[in-house]
């Protein structure tokens, strides 16, 4: 995802919501990966809002905010997210995931 378009669009004013408590575990380990760097997590701030991406009515990953959310269950503490409606989160792919083949132009 590309996370510059994203921020374009949580810039129109919304307000963020709380990521509901039971989905808390589930989004770790959807948005858990190699490049999770523990070290990190001293320098986050988990009051700061993350960006989840969605198809349909679900929500189905943290386009930003890993480290966050993490640092939010630590904590004990809610994560609010901005929350991306599903043509946005399109937007948000990365030109080689979307429809056209590699090197077929955009």
Request: glycine share 8%; proline share 6%; with cysteine.
């Amino acid at each position: 995802y590309s996370i510059a378009r994203a921020f374009r669009f949580i810039n129109d004013g919304r307000d963020p919501m709380e990521l509901p408590n039971d989905m808390l575990n589930g989004m770790l380990y959807t948005n858990w990966s190699e490049y999770f760097c523990v070290e990190h997590l001293d320098h986050v701030d988990p009051q700061l809002p993350g960006i989840a991406a969605r198809q349909g009515n679900t929500i189905i990953g943290l386009i930003d905010g890993t480290h966050r959310l993490t640092e939010a269950q630590v904590r004990k503490l809610p994560l609010r997210i901005f929350l991306l409606s599903e043509a946005e989160t399109n937007e948000c792919l990365i030109l080689q995931f979307r429809t056209k083949p590699y090197g077929a132009g955009v």
